[in-house]
C-alpha cells in the first residue's frame, strides 16, 4: 500500500493584535504577513487587514485583526506556522482529508515535543530567578525590620498632635474610614 501524503493545504489563519498608537498595528501585521510568505512551503494567497478600533474603556488603546489565506506544502509547515507566528485562529479550508504518514506524523510530533522543552526550560529559569529574587527580597526586609526595631520612636510635633486630635473627632475622617475596614 503506497500511501502519499497530502499536498496543497488551504488554510486561513486570523491574527488579534492589540497596542498603540493605531497605525503602528497596522504596520506590523503587514511585517508578520510579509515574514509568513518568505517562509518555505507557504504562499500567502489574500489579506484583509481590518482598521484599528478603540477598545471598549481603553483610552488610546486600539484592536485589529488581520484574516490572511495561505496555500502550505504540507501539514508540517502548517504546524511550524502556529509555533512561530501563534495566530488567534486557524481554519483548514481544503482539502477535506488530510492523509499523514508516520514519518509525516513524527516531524510534526517532534517539532512540537521540541517547542514544549523549550518553553519548559523558559518556564524553569524564571520560576528559579523568581525564587532567588523573593529570597533576596525576603533578606532585605528581615534586615530592615531588624533595623527599625532598634530606632526610638519619633515624638509628635504639636501640629501633627492637633492633626490626629481632630480626625478622631471627625467621623469623616480617613483614619475612621481605615478602621471600618
Sequence with gaps: MDVKETKGIQAILIFEIIGRPAENLVKTLEDIIKKI???????????????????????????????????????LYLALLMFKYMPAHIEVISPELITLTNNGWGEILSELTRRLHGYDEVARVLRFQNNQMQEKLDSVTKS???SSENVEPKELMP???????????????????????
Design 37 to 75: 510568505g518568505e517562509e518555505k512551503g507557504v504562499e500567502v494567497k489574500s489579506k484583509d487587514i481590518k482598521e484599528p478600533t478603540t477598545i471598549k474603556d481603553q483610552k488610546d488603546f486600539f484592536t485589529t485583526f488581520a484574516e490572511i489565506e495561505v496555500e502550505i506544502e504540507e501539514i
Design 144 to 146: 530592615q525590620v531588624s
Design 159 to 181: 501640629k501633627e498632635k492637633e492633626e490626629i486630635a481632630k480626625a478622631n473627632t471627625n467621623p469623616h475622617s480617613d483614619l475612621h474610614k481605615e478602621e471600618e475596614k
